[in-house]
């Protein structure tokens, strides 16, 4: 089955960058996006942007344009997401999600956020 | 970023239909049938329960639904049970130029 297993918490100060790890395993990793999505603490959830590791293609939110690289090791089947410039505003859980694939009419069909990681606590205080 | 409008709580007693609502705009729900609604535990990562507006994952139960009408789509669950008490949550697609994926603001699921 889909198992994405997320690096553990981080505490940064501001100006620093952190970097967070999902390893894939349970689907072909290099065929299909991985997004990143974060959540602060009460807050919803925010799409970040997505990576197809396999080709190299990413898609950022411009909400985190220039601060955010998505990245990937298909050797590794692992994602990774590096945000710099941190704020305490960036203080949130940071989720990997791969698709969900089904085959509708003898087509498939790839969905967005079908399985997620277990999230990865950034906190970034002085 | 803009977001989808979810009511921030609903509640229900055990057996009964609640209808959670989910309003965006033409750029997202209402342009693409591209709507998902996720269940999420205090803690936990979310799950996947409707995508496409109305098609249930496989394992997800039957008491879970999904409609559209317009800019606005709408979960129910019918036959409340305890174990339904959790966060909801919407996304869409969306095809403003800032961000492809847009979320709801999410809505606590009592069960009293």
């Known amino acids: 089955q889909v198992q994405l297993v997320q690096s553990g918490a981080e505490v940064k100060k501001p100006g620093a960058s952190v970097k967070v790890s999902c390893k894939a395993s349970?689907?072909?990793?290099?065929?299909?996006?991985i997004h990143w999505v974060r959540q602060a603490p009460g807050q919803r959830l925010e799409w970040m942007g997505w990576?197809?590791?396999?080709?190299?293609?990413?898609k950022y939110s411009q909400n985190f344009q220039g601060r955010v690289t998505l990245t990937g090791d298909t050797s590794a089947s692992t994602a990774y997401m590096e945000l710099s410039s941190l704020r305490s505003e960036d203080t949130a859980v940071y989720y990997c999600a791969s698709p969900y694939i089904t085959m509708i009419e003898g087509i498939e069909r790839i969905i967005p956020f079908g399985y997620w990681g277990q999230g990865t606590l950034v906190t970034v205080s002085s | 970023q803009s977001a989808l409008t979810q009511p921030a709580s609903v509640s229900g007693s055990p057996g009964q239909s609640i209808t959670i609502s989910c309003t965006g705009t033409s750029s997202d729900v209402g342009g693409y049938n591209y709507v998902s609604w996720y269940q999420q535990y205090p803690g936990k990562a979310p799950k996947l329960m409707i995508y496409d507006v109305s098609n249930r994952p496989s394992g997800v139960s039957n008491r879970f639904s999904g409609s559209k009408s317009g800019n606005t789509a709408s979960l129910t669950i019918s036959g409340l049970q305890a174990e339904d008490e959790a966060d909801y949550y919407c996304?869409?697609?969306?095809?403003?130029?800032?961000?492809?994926?847009?979320f709801g603001g999410g809505t606590r699921l009592t069960v009293l």
């Open positions: 990576i197809n590791a396999g080709n190299g293609n990413t």
């Open positions: 349970g689907y072909d990793f290099s065929k299909y996006a």
């Open positions: 996304s869409s697609y969306s095809s403003r130029s800032t961000f492809d994926w847009v």
